[in-house]
């Protein structure tokens, strides 16, 4: 049946697993681009968003996939930071999953940030394949670019096949003692009783066609009932990043994973003080295949159905903040969507003390991470907020009874100029750093020194 084309929702593919073991040069190799080399230290900061159609993906899996076979628009891969301070955000992204894709490198196996994301898909009852990746660096490997991992491994030597294998039966074995049995994919019947498990390059692309093909039978077989769901709704979504754009001011970029968000429409976004209520004068979609986070050519267009990436330009957006949630008002009244939001928000809101220090975070969910690791080091919060360090903050700084609480930790965020002057006339101590432990252990070495 291909009338329901329309109205299907698109299925949301979240891309999880440890740090460096080839989330993003999956989706470089999937969409043709190269976003993993311009990252600072080749590490994801940010969840990212792109959205694969329907062709593209028939295209690359080739003989696999018979398009004709499916009525689902594509697939809206969500990339995710794997260093193991990006918990939260990553909890997000698992939460906002249709399906999950569990990038191993076969070589590693289960890592710290592996045995993480199961959890988070075990939690939030996400079907998933592994991506069994990096199976070009097996010693002795004959590379086969592009091609389904079946012919790739009638290339191989006895001797690079059986290395191969004894790593992959490492993987399930591992992820049998994780509590899924599992095996390699083409002989798993049912995937909802078995993880499949695709041996794959991201570097080759060998092994990339099956791996989509597993993604498509999975979303249409299984989510079809949940992708059918009505996709005219008011448009709900999870704000990105908030961004200065040229001649937009702050705009917001969003995965809309509901209904309809249309130009005009009223919306309200969770904000740094209170949730903003604006109307949106400019809807801006990523070409098909390119990366939100690094897109600079926008389209603007008048609606967008879920599940898709789109920033969105409307007055009053330079509070928003990052991990939000947006929700278009359309016929219920403001002060009902208003409430929806606060209450949304309420959840993960930071528990502070009378006395403390300052934390401030880029996003919601680094921040949420950052209470989490000075909870475990008991180091007491005065006031947690998103943004950039300002010098309201260095005030409230000052003002901490004890002189190991008058410090700043900032994760992922600048000092504003307008404030360093108030930095270096104040009796206020800084930390930043990128890394959420080293902040952590920055500081306790700095209360340690200063008992001494
Ligand atoms: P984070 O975003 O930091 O969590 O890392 P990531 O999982 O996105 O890893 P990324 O894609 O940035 O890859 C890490 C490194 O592994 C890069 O140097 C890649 O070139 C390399 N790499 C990724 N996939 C393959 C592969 O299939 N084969 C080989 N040989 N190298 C790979
Ligand atoms: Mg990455």
Known sequence: DHTHADTLRTPIVAVLGHVDHGKTSLLDTIRGSAVSEGEAGAITQHIGATDIPLDTISGMAGELIDPSDFDLPGLLFIDTPGHHSFSTLRARGGALADIAVLVVDVNDGFQPQTEEAIDILRRTGTPFVVAANKVDTTPGWNPQDGEPIQRSMDAQSER????????????????????FSADLYWRVQDFQKNIGVVPLSALTGE?????????????????????????????EGTVLEVKDE????????????????????????GGQ?????????????????????????????????AAAGVKIAAPDLDQAMAGAPVRVVRDRTVDQVVEEVK????EIEVETADNGVVVKADTLGSLEAMANA??????????????????????????????????????????????????ENADVKLFKNEVIYQLVEDYERYVEEKQR
């Open 160 to 179: 690079a096949k059986s290395m191969l294998d004894e790593n992959l039966y490492e993987i399930i074995g591992q992820l049998s003692d994780a509590g």
């Open 273 to 305: 003080d209170e949730p903003i209520v604006t109307e949106i004068r400019a809807l801006l979609r990523p070409r098909p295949l390119a990366e939100i986070r690094t897109e600079k050519e926008f389209e603007k267009v008048g609606e967008v159905a």
């Open 246 to 269: 040229r001649g937009f001011g702050a705009t917001v970029d969003t995965v809309v994973y509901d209904g309809v968000i249309r130009n005009g429409d009223t919306v309200v976004v």
């Open 343 to 346: 209450a949304e928000l309420a």
């Open 207 to 235: 092994g990339v066609p099956d791996l989509l093909t597993v993604l498509m039978g999975l979303s249409q077989r299984f989510m079809k009932e949940e992708m059918a769901i009505d996709v005219t709704g008011p448009g």
């Open 374 to 423: 000075l909870r475990e080091a008991e180091v007491p919060i005065l006031r947690a907020e998103v943004g950039d360090i300002a010098p309201r903050d260095i005030a409230v700084a000052e003002t901490a009874n004890q002189d190991e609480h008058k410090a700043i930790l900032g994760f992922n965020v600048d000092l504003l100029q307008n404030a360093e002057s108030d930095l």
